[in-house]
């Protein structure tokens, strides 16, 4: 049953609010972490608090039984709109859950001390709720405003990266009012990447909306396909190399961020071309995790300072998931952050610190820690 006021005589836990859901199209992805986390974060430390956010915004106390959010079947998992909608208050420097419900007063349901928000995508983890949550003067988990609303941009992302010294693959941005424009340059420019393409919305992730392009004539369906989640699209070149990925969590005080062993993806042959929706989070044994990747120490030392770089480049916070191509060539190219990534106990980021000595459930505690330590507003 969904948790309401605090209850009396307990003596006082941080209370954190477990948002997920949203209205992003990674929706039911956001809801399948929450399931994890939910499982896992100590109830004896922690006074939870669960609250969905369904497709159309409305925030809700909701069950917390992590069964409720977790793949059944493959059937994606789905806050439903409720009769009674909960608020955020601030007042005085405190802030507060607030419930209202249709023919009641609206009641308290008690202090917030942190919120850990498990939503991907837009209206999540692009910076509005963080920017929200600021106003509120209410501490959270994971990136600021700005880091979070770079991280969720591909095309952004790339130009600060670039402008950190990190090497980036080739790419083309097209807007939304390029494309009305003039849709056959727009052609023309993505078209002289090297094949295969990977045209990706620019601000979505869990591999929506994302199609892997042979040949020139299947551009015009897969740019469509993408601007189905967003109007601006990123159309990146392929890159031949093995797919490392690196966990970073921030360092506690003025020390510098931490960085996991790296960990490689390989996708097993067979049903998926490429690390595409199904692979990451309903196919569970078409996808193998190396961890620590079979790496040289010296490329190994070097994509981990790489990965802290590139979290220091975007003014990341809390903790974020950077992922690169490494060539035949010996190069690392950054392919992006993630600043709220999968977080499910099978997923890369938890995997990563679990085989580097910290797991699940002490990765929770510790970036529900963090966020305690950390002041709202400009830091």
């Not at 307990?10 to 986390?37: D, I, N, Y």
């Not at 409720?82 to 008690?110: I, K, N």
């Amino acid at each position: 049953m969904p948790t309401t006021a605090e209850e009396p005589g307990r003596a006082a836990r941080p209370r954190v609010a477990v948002l997920f859901g949203g209205r992003s199209s990674e929706h039911a992805v956001s809801c399948v972490t929450a399931a994890g986390v939910l499982q896992a974060i100590d109830t004896a430390k922690y006074d939870v608090v669960p609250i969905g956010i369904a497709k159309n915004g409305q925030w809700s106390l909701v069950d917390a039984d992590p069964a409720s959010w977790s793949l059944r079947s493959s059937t994606l998992p789905e806050v439903a709109v409720s009769d009674d909608s909960v608020v955020l208050s601030s007042q005085d420097g405190s802030s507060e859950l607030v419930a209202h419900g249709p023919g009641s007063l609206p009641r308290s349901l008690g202090r917030i001390d942190v919120v850990l928000p498990l939503l991907h995508g837009p209206f999540g983890e692009d910076g509005t709720l963080q920017g929200l949550l600021e106003m509120a003067d209410v501490r959270y988990v994971g990136a600021g405003v700005l880091a979070s609303a770079v991280g969720m941009d591909k095309h952004y992302m790339k130009v600060v990266f670039a402008a950190a010294g990190l090497e980036v693959g080739p790419y083309e941005v097209i807007t939304d009012r390029q494309w009305r424009r003039d849709p056959q340059a727009c052609l023309a420019r993505a078209g002289a990447l090297d094949f295969p393409l990977f045209v990706k919305p620019a601000r979505a992730g869990s591999s929506m909306g994302i199609t892997r392009v042979t040949d020139p004539a299947q551009l015009p369906a897969a740019i469509e396909a993408a601007r189905l989640h967003d109007p601006k699209v990123v159309v990146e070149a392929g890159i031949t190399g093995r797919e490392i990925e690196v966990a970073v969590l921030q360092g506690r005080g003025t020390q510098d961020p931490r960085t996991s062993q790296p960990g490689e993806i390989a996708v097993r042959d067979g049903g998926h071309e490429w690390y595409d929706f199904e692979a990451k989070y309903v196919d569970g044994a078409a996808v193998d995790l190396s961890c620590p990747a079979d790496l040289p120490a010296d490329i190994s030392a070097r994509v981990r300072d790489l990965a802290g770089a590139a979290f220091e480049a975007v003014g990341g916070e809390g903790l974020s998931r950077v992922d690169f191509f490494y060539t035949q060539d010996g190069k690392l190219i950054i392919n992006e952050i993630n600043t709220m990534p999968g977080f499910t106990p099978v997923s890369m980021y938890p995997q990563m610190w679990a085989k580097s000595g910290l797991p699940y459930t002490e990765l929770i505690d510790e970036l529900i820690t963090l966020a305690l330590q950390r002041p709202t507003g400009l830091r």
